[in-house]
């Protein structure tokens, strides 16, 4: 990977689940971001952490950022079907992102 | 208008020749990006424009890729004499600033298939 590792690699849940889905780099940066991708389709924004900031909510989303431990995490909260993607996280330093492997999300009714 | 659009959406070349592939970033955004996707895999980057001018391109296999981003014209991304392995989706992305806080927005892909 270019930067680091996602885990886990794939997560199978229940409608309504919460799903956790976490994300580790090595270099230093200035904001962490996370994407959605639908099948065939780019990606997504999804939500926007700064280097200085620890957690961030944006609607069912929750990420959490531990720059000492090069780590964030993505919850998203009472699951729904059409949150059935792949979810990358992305670290950006010196305007250029660089992407994990993506956590691939399916989601039942 | 506020969607990053690529064209073709799908490209299919047999080894050795060229590929093209263009990309109009949105209105007034500075920074463009290419992004290489293999097999739904994680995005490596290629290059990365600020206006017309090549801002980083440490991702960019040079010996057969080559990128433009000229005033008045959609960006390209041009492969020449693709190989096999060059077969993936290729993402364009654009965002407003350098450095700041923003979030890029891609567009679509093109799916390029070498056979």
């Known amino acids: 990977s270019q930067q680091g590792e996602e885990d886990p690699q794939a997560l199978s849940i229940q409608e309504g689940e919460n799903a956790t889905m976490n994300c580790s780099y090595k270099?230093?940066?200035?904001?962490l971001q996370w994407y959605r991708q639908n099948s065939g389709r780019g990606l997504v924004h999804l939500i926007l952490?700064?280097?200085?900031?620890r957690e961030k909510h944006s609607g069912r989303l929750r990420v959490t950022l531990d720059t000492s431990k090069k780590s964030s995490s993505l919850l998203i909260t009472a699951s729904r079907a059409a949150d059935t993607a792949s979810y990358f996280c992305a670290t950006a330093l010196y305007n250029k992102l660089i992407f994990g492997a993506g956590t691939r999300l399916a989601v039942h009714p | 208008g506020e969607e990053v659009a690529q064209t073709p959406k799908h490209l299919v070349r047999g080894e050795g020749q060229k590929a093209k592939l263009y990309c109009a970033p949105i209105?007034?955004?500075?920074?463009v990006f290419w992004y290489q996707q293999v097999l739904k895999n994680e995005f490596k980057f290629l290059i990365s424009?600020?206006?017309?001018?090549?801002?980083?391109e440490t991702g960019m296999p040079k010996e057969r890729f080559s990128a433009k981003c000229l005033p008045n014209s959609p960006c390209s991304l041009e492969i020449q004499a693709t190989k096999l392995e060059d077969s993936a989706v290729y993402f364009c992305?654009?965002?407003?600033?350098?450095?700041?806080?923003?979030?890029?927005?891609f567009g679509s892909g093109t799916r390029l298939t070498v056979v």
């Open positions: 209105k007034g955004h500075s920074y």
């Open positions: 424009f600020q206006n017309e001018n090549v801002f980083d």
């Open positions: 270099t230093s940066i200035n904001n």
């Open positions: 952490i700064r280097s200085n900031e």
């Open positions: 992305a654009s965002s407003p600033r350098q450095y700041d806080n923003y979030g890029y927005t």
